[in-house]
């Protein structure tokens, strides 16, 4: 019989109206590596937090090597053998590796740091391990990738047994992946114990034993990994008949926006890798992905705030490659910010004064701001946006995120503009926002505005979209027609599977 | 030039390096650990200025001298516990809430000290700490009177600077000091309490700072008065950043501090009426700003410094 | 426990955060004179009238006001733009040092209505000239404003002190370290015949009222408001950050150095090294009191000044150290940031 080094039973939470984590149960072997798939949203991360003893779950027990877990004790959770290696590290750049590793790990009155012993114990699981590493870097000299295996080594300093590992290649190139990937199987026939959290098929099916599917807070599939393949688990992650509702067709007019080539590069990582993309008059182009795989990147490029870019970008064949906020808003160019609070509005500030902070040259004269026609224009938003609870003189943070996202689109579409910048534009409304944003972009279609929807919710770009491309690790797919698109192939493009074309010319065929 | 060379070459000139720098040293050192830790504390300038008075104010009613220097410590931990209660706790912004505690505690030091010292035409003062000669050492020709023969308080000093230095880099704790002034959620979740941490090092080290200004009233001189700390306190938050956050190089820059300050005494009786006097007490403070523009692009600051740390909240 | 952001904030929590500082101030402050073996309510009635209870004392109040409008200006619109100036004090004496040098050495002779104003807008200059140093260190080789600005005002009052020692001395005063007086007819007309209150109380006021407006009526005051709340809202919507911040360090520096300007033009007539008692420090006060507002700062200026004047009366008559004036304005500081916080914050357990 094989050991059972984890058990999660009958374990469900929830949080307001939302049931995170409805009834699952997870088991996972001595030796074995079980993946956990799911959108975003599906619970994976209530799971895993549950896990580690920041939530309290509401009902259902875990175990670990057969003796239960106190809930909401992370302390337990690390001293019975339980590591987790996130997506975003929680490393200090200014210490050295070993200091990293072995912060806590010695008693915080002893006298003097043990460094002798933690650096052989160190050497010891990196050799074994085949995670080599030089004790005595500063860790900000580091590659991602050696951060990464830094961040592993931590886990198994404290005597990891069962190990988990947050989409730990979101962050890596390809070939520090491949190494990546022979080092968790060698960890697994070692006798460790892992879960690997991660949205990319291919990565599952090359590495897992076995897959669990996770969907809205039920674990709704489980599969050796013998028994499946790709399109099958595509499928059964987004699990539903992805059905278009119906809408006008759309009339696509003169290009409007292209990328050829588009390279971008931030602290010497690139966020994108050679993009290409059209976008014409009348159209919706939905860009899906898991976030974090360049959309910041590629809205900030658009929405002029980014630094230099290589390649061109063109807007009705003027290149806009190097432009600034000014320029775009000049241009006529609608920015809908991927985070309101962060970026779209300044909440200690009165709704028609973030009405018209973009566009002040329009509304002042001699740099007096006329605030009759600022105040004027915020009713006029409030009006034919329907923005509720709204009046031009209150504080912005007084509205409901609904109602704030509204003033920002409307701020932006109040008049027609010929492209339509769109970064999550619904992302955390209730249902009746969503409704009313996607129909206000849907009508700025219908008027000729060329639309550009970024976006990680399906749903989002189903329902909008007229052609849609993936972004995966900074790179874009070739665009498809929504028509034509089924869950499957969805799923495979957002997953980085595409056929490649090695050529780029073929990317952007309409 | 001889003048300069015979300067340099007293005996007198180094024995005052080493005492003006005591002072230094202690606030340095403290506001060093406290942002160690991730917490600026401009409360240092009232600070320091309370465990002047308070130090002296004691031994003034009777108390010896050490423990004029312990009540001094106690209470700067205090007003360290204030400014962690306002920065720690609640996450107020740590300029404001510094600027907040040295207004009050300088304020509140010179209340206490009209309230219970009456106004008189000569200061009272008290017996301070008396040079030690350390046996043997302070024999040694020109060395001997030069560095060997200081208050205790300075012996103590560089002792702590040692320990200090041994404490932030090779104890446990001085890596969850370091890891907490880095990146507190990374402690967090090594099993490290930042708050905690945060804590200690604010009162620890503003008691060193309150230590600090003790030493203004019981050893450097013997009476205190107002205004005494001059700028004393903003000087150590720049010699921080000169010295990296690094105790040993604390010392290093309060000694070359303390160096210039010496020296310009005495340059100003050779060079009276030559070079007006102000020119010369101007040179700390713009050797001060001067040494924050060269450090501030190569000094590794820890990276929550000013960060407040909340639970969850990233 | 835990703190949780409140979502909505209602009026009340604006006007709220300040009376109850002051109400706290002045509770501990009972405390601190009680300790003193006075009798409290005596000694808030003696406060009170040394303030308020005359013609002269309220003028006085009034004359501390003034620059006590100004630095507070200078502290809540550098402070709205995240821009730490803590060196209001060191930018008042460079003010007032010019406007003695350029009154005495260049415009002698020239009547007051050239005069006062040439000298007003010098004292300004020089404030934003010592602003706009740590300032350009802050963008250049980003060093903490904070330190650079504090360092500035010993710097500052040592070039005072060495110009009026030297080259600007009053060869009449006796061998006293003072400076040459601004000529008789750049003094500021009084608006109160015998008394000291000067048109350097309008002058405040005006300012604070001019920068109300520039702060919610003008492209470059709601883009600085914009770029302090939210810096990376600002950027997305296009404001120039670095050229706002200049901008500000302008009008904060100008603000500290106006108060130099009036203080010599209005009350001594010359400049010594006890021209300001800490109007500089006390500005960043007046300015948190007011939660940044320039029309607060009025009011909050007014509080302080009577805090001052009235512990001078208090002091008198019942011989409380006059340093509580001093105790109190600082704990208004310390309670109004925790006010503060708790209408950002709620409890929660």
Request: proline fraction near 4%; include cysteine.
């Amino acid at each position: 019989m094989t050991e059972l080094a984890l058990d999660i039973a009958h374990v469900s939470k929830r949080f307001g109206d939302t049931l995170a984590n409805d009834d699952i149960s997870l088991t996972l072997n001595r030796g074995e590596i079980v993946a956990l798939l799911g959108e975003n949203g599906a619970g994976k991360t209530t799971l895993m937090n549950i896990l580690f003893g920041h939530y309290v779950p509401d009902e259902g027990s875990v175990k670990v090597m057969g003796r239960a877990l106190p809930p909401g004790k992370p302390r337990a959770a690390i001293a019975a053998g339980v590591g987790m290696v996130h997506q975003h590290f929680s490393l200090a750049p200014n210490l050295t590796v070993l200091e990293n590793v072995m912060t806590g790990t010695q008693s915080i009155w002893s006298v003097s740091s043990d460094t002798g012993g933690a650096r052989d114990k160190l050497l010891g699981i990196a050799e074994r391990f085949g995670l080599a590493v030089d004790p005595d870097a500063r860790l900000g000299d580091l590659s991602v990738g050696e951060q990464q295996r830094v961040e592993i080594l931590k886990a198994l300093f404290n005597d990891a047994q069962v190990l988990v590992l947050d989409e730990p290649t979101a962050v890596l190139t390809n070939i520090e992946a491949e190494r990546m990937f022979a080092t968790l199987r060698d960890m697994a026939q070692q006798g460790l114990s892992l879960i690997f959290i991660s949205h990319k098929l291919d990565e599952v099916m090359a590495t897992a034993d076995r897959i669990v599917v996770l969907r809205n807070g039920q674990a709704v599939a489980e599969r050796a990994v013998g028994e499946t393949n790709a399109a099958e688990l595509a499928e059964l992650m987004v699990g539903r008949q992805v059905a278009r509702p119906v809408r006008a067709p759309s009339t696509p007019g003169a290009l409007a926006l292209e990328a050829r080539a588009v390279t971008l590069r931030h602290e010497g990582v690139e966020r994108l890798k050679a993009i290409h993309f059209q976008l014409h008059e009348g159209e919706v182009l939905g860009i899906i992905g898991v976030s974090g795989n360049g959309q910041a990147s590629l809205a900030q490029l658009l929405g002029g705030t980014a630094a230099h870019a290589e390649g061109t970008l063109s807007l009705f064949g003027n290149e806009i490659t190097d432009w600034h906020v000014v320029d775009a808003i000049e241009a006529g160019f609608a920015r809908i910010p991927e985070d309101r609070n962060h970026e779209g509005v300044v909440g200690e500030m009165a709704i028609w004064e973030n009405a018209i902070l973009e566009r002040l040259p329009a509304f002042s004269r001699k740099g007096l701001v006329d605030r009759k026609a600022a105040i004027a224009f915020a009713d006029e938003i409030i009006g034919a946006f329907d923005v509720r609870g709204a009046a031009a003189n209150r504080r912005i943070s007084m509205l409901s995120g609904g109602n704030m996202q509204k003033m920002i689109l409307g701020r932006n579409l109040i008049e027609p503009k010929r492209v339509l910048l769109a970064s999550q534009p619904a992302r955390g409304l209730d249902e009746g926002a969503v409704a009313a944003v996607h129909e206000r972009i849907l009508e700025a279609r219908a008027q000729g505005t060329a639309v550009l929807l970024i976006s990680e919710d399906l749903d989002e770009v189903m329902a909008l979209s007229d052609r849609i491309q993936a972004i995966v690790g900074g790179r874009l797919s070739p665009s498809v027609s929504a028509d034509d698109v089924d869950a499957r192939m969805l799923g495979l493009m957002m997953a980085g599977e595409w056929p490649a074309t090695g050529n780029a010319e073929a990317s952007h065929a309409v | 030039m001889n003048e300069i060379a015979d300067i340099l070459a007293s005996a007198g000139l180094w024995s005052a390096v080493l005492r003006i720098a005591t002072p230094l040293i202690f606030g340095t050192l403290g506001a060093l650990l406290c942002e160690r830790a991730g917490v600026l504390n401009l409360g240092i300038e009232g600070i320091m200025t309370f465990g002047a008075m308070v130090g002296w104010l004691a031994v003034y009613n009777g108390a010896d001298l050490w423990t004029g220097v312990l009540v001094a410590a106690l209470c700067g931990g205090a007003f360290g516990a204030l400014h962690a209660g306002l920065t720690v706790t609640l996450g107020l912004s740590q300029h404001v809430s510094g600027l907040g505690v040295t207004l009050f505690s300088a304020s509140f030091s010179y209340y206490i000290f009209r309230l219970l010292v009456p106004v008189s035409g000569t200061p009272p003062t008290v017996e301070p700490f008396q040079p030690i000669a350390i046996p043997g050492l302070s024999d040694l020709p020109f060395v001997g009177p030069a560095l060997f023969t200081q208050t205790t308080p300075t012996y103590l000093a560089i002792v702590l600077v040692i320990v200090l230095g041994y404490l932030v880099f090779k104890t446990p704790m001085g890596l969850a000091i370091r890891m907490t002034g880095e990146n507190p959620h990374a402690a967090e979740a090594q099993g490290v309490n930042p708050i905690v941490i945060r804590y200690g090092c604010v009162i620890f080290g503003s008691a060193l700072m309150a230590i600090g200004g003790s030493f203004l009233t019981l050893s450097a001189f013997n009476s205190f008065f107002p205004t005494m700390v001059q700028g004393r306190g903003w000087i150590c938050i720049a010699l921080v950043v000169f010295a990296m956050w690094r105790p040993s190089r604390a010392l290093l820059g309060a000694l070359l501090f303390a160096f210039f300050d010496a020296f310009q005494f005495r340059l100003q009786t050779v060079l009276s009426g030559v070079v007006p006097y102000q020119v010369f007490l101007m040179i700390p403070y713009i050797l001060s700003i001067a040494a924050l523009a060269f450090m501030a692009r190569r000094a590794r600051v820890p990276q929550a410094l000013m960060q407040p740390f909340r639970r969850g909240e990233r | 426990m835990r703190f949780e952001r409140r979502e909505q904030r209602s009026t009340l929590m604006v006007f709220a955060p300040p009376l109850l500082a002051v109400g706290v101030s002045l509770m501990l402050s009972g405390v601190l004179i009680a300790l003193a073996g006075a009798p409290i309510l005596e000694a808030f009635g003696a406060l009170l009238n040394g303030a308020f209870g005359s013609r002269l004392a309220i003028t006085e109040t009034l004359t501390r006001t003034a620059p006590l409008i100004l630095t507070g200006l200078a502290a809540a619109t550098a402070f709205r733009a995240k821009l730490w100036n803590i060196g209001a004090e060191g930018q008042l004496y460079l003010g007032a040092i010019v406007v003695a040098a350029v009154s005495s050495q260049v415009l002698g002779g020239l009547p007051g209505y050239v005069q006062i104003p040439l000298l007003l807008v010098a004292g300004s200059v020089a404030g934003m000239v010592l602003l706009l140093v740590p300032l350009w260190m802050r963008l250049r080789f980003s060093v903490d404003e904070v330190v650079t600005t504090l360092l500035l005002n010993f710097v500052a009052i040592l070039f005072v002190s060495m110009l009026i020692d030297t080259v600007l001395k009053d060869p009449l005063a006796f061998g006293w370290p003072q400076s040459v007086p601004v000529a008789d007819e750049a003094m500021l007309p009084r608006i109160v015949s015998r008394s000291r209150l000067h048109v350097g109380l309008l002058i405040g006021i005006l300012l604070a009222l001019v920068i109300y407006f520039i702060q919610s009526r003008t492209v470059f005051g709601i883009q600085s408001r914009a770029a302090g709340f939210n810096a990376s809202a600002a950027k997305f919507a296009g404001v120039p950050l670095k050229k706002t911040l200049v901008l500000v360090a302008m009008i904060s520096g100008g603000a500290a150095g106006l108060a130099g300007a009036i203080e010599v033009m209005g009350v001594q007539g010359y400049v010594t090294t006890e021209l300001s008692p800490s109007f500089g420090y006390s500005g960043i006060v007046v300015a948190m009191l007011a939660n940044l507002n320039p029309i607060g700062v009025i009011f909050s200026a007014l509080f302080i000044a009577a805090m001052f004047v009235g512990a001078d009366g208090m002091s008198r008559a019942m011989g409380i150290p006059t340093y509580i004036a001093d105790v109190t304005v600082a704990l208004s500081l310390l309670s109004m940031l925790v006010a503060v916080f708790f209408t950002q914050y709620r409890v929660r357990k």
